[in-house]
């Protein structure tokens, strides 16, 4: 089945340490987006890429930052420059830059240690 | 500024009844609106998206409403199931918004059996 696959599920930071979150999609989408989500706020944009080695800040990009190599992956890593990291971090895709992000991965909660 | 608003935060109510969840957006120059589902610690389900021109949408027991000219949506639950318990996210995507999603902060709701 196509889809999304984000890893870690769970993830702990370190302070001073960068962090890797992984997204990996089976779906041949053109474009990717990385979210943030924390309770009681909506889902803000943190990075998109509409195509290989192209990406775009967000709303949210400070502390952030992410690559776009191969079509079928988005990483993001979380810098120490982030200085509220924890949340729960979403990634999805979409056709093309055309159409809105329809495909959600389960997601990765980081926590700060 | 543009803004989505969901209220309630959180709707208890009993199996069986049907149940109507709001969402308000700010600037009525709106491209679409969708709905979305979310499941505790998991990423986002697409359930309905109304284009600007759309009055509603349904897809079995959910119909979603679009009023731009009073920036209201609301989706209606009919026969409402424990199966339904979870969180409700309201995206908008604006004219002017570059492809981008602006999202409600959620209604949580529980479906007591």
């Known amino acids: 089945d196509g889809g999304i696959t984000q890893s870690p599920k769970y993830l702990f930071r370190k302070e001073g340490q960068n962090v890797t979150l992984s997204c990996e999609q089976n779906?041949?989408?053109?474009?990717m987006y990385w979210y943030r989500q924390d309770p009681g706020q909506g889902l803000r944009l943190i990075y998109y890429?509409?195509?290989?080695?192209?990406?775009q800040k967000g709303d949210i990009a400070e502390g952030y930052s992410v690559s776009r190599e191969k079509k079928e992956s988005f990483p993001l890593t979380v810098t120490s420059a982030q200085k509220n990291p924890t949340a729960f971090y979403l990634c999805?895709?979409?056709?093309?830059?055309?159409?809105?992000?329809?495909?959600f991965g389960d997601g990765t909660r980081l926590s700060i240690l | 500024k543009q803004e989505v608003t969901q209220i309630p935060a959180a709707l208890s109510v009993p199996e069986g009844e049907n149940l109507v969840l709001n969402c308000s957006f700010t600037d009525s120059a709106i491209y679409n609106l969708q709905w979305f589902r979310q499941d505790p610690g998991k990423g986002l389900t697409s359930l309905l998206l109304i284009q600007s021109s759309q009055r509603e949408q349904t897809s079995g027991r959910l119909n979603a409403s679009l009023d731009k000219s009073s920036g209201r949506s609301t989706l209606y639950i009919a026969a409402s199931q424990p199966g339904d318990s979870a969180t409700y996210l309201c995206a908008v995507r604006w004219l002017d918004s570059n492809y981008q999603l602006i999202w409600g902060a959620g209604t949580k709701l529980i479906i007591k059996p």
């Open positions: 779906l041949n989408h053109d474009a």
């Open positions: 890429s509409q195509i290989v080695n192209d990406f």
């Open positions: 999805a895709s979409s056709v093309n830059r055309d159409n809105q992000p329809q495909h």
